[in-house]
């Protein structure tokens, strides 16, 4: 088992940035996939960033690319999210989630899930 808590959403104005935290417990992180998912108001949850056990692959939706940074420390068993150029379409609630690594980039079927933590950008 796996247990994930976030951390670190809150308000933010447009254009700014947040960092994003994600704390693992019960088992050490250096076998799993590590995954950013969000839930917006009314709509699907949906793939935000993934990042490999070693941190040499990492994988963003379009939307987020060159905004967002996604890391690890696996001697911390963390995973960090970091977000600038925030735009109000950012606005979700984040979920950090795990999944075994069996060599390949995986944007679905997480096993384990944090609670999720808030993000609102105001325009």
């Known amino acids: 088992q796996v247990q994930l808590v976030e951390s670190g959403g809150g308000l933010v104005q447009a254009g700014g940035s947040l960092r994003l935290s994600c704390a693992a417990s019960g088992r050490t992180l250096g076998l799993y996939m590590m995954g950013w998912f969000r839930q917006a108001p009314g709509k699907e949850r949906e793939f935000v960033a993934t990042?490999?056990?070693?941190?040499?692959?990492?994988k963003y939706t379009d939307s987020v690319k060159g905004r967002f940074t996604i890391s690890r420390d696996n001697e911390k068993n963390a995973v960090n999210l970091e977000m600038i150029g925030l735009k109000p379409e950012d606005t979700a609630v984040y979920y950090c989630?795990?999944?075994?690594?069996?060599?390949?980039?995986?944007?679905?079927?997480?096993?384990?899930w944090g609670q999720g933590t808030q993000v609102t950008v105001s325009s």
């Open positions: 989630a795990a999944v075994l690594y069996f060599g390949t980039i995986n944007t679905e079927n997480y096993n384990y």
């Open positions: 990042i490999s056990p070693s941190g040499g692959k990492t």
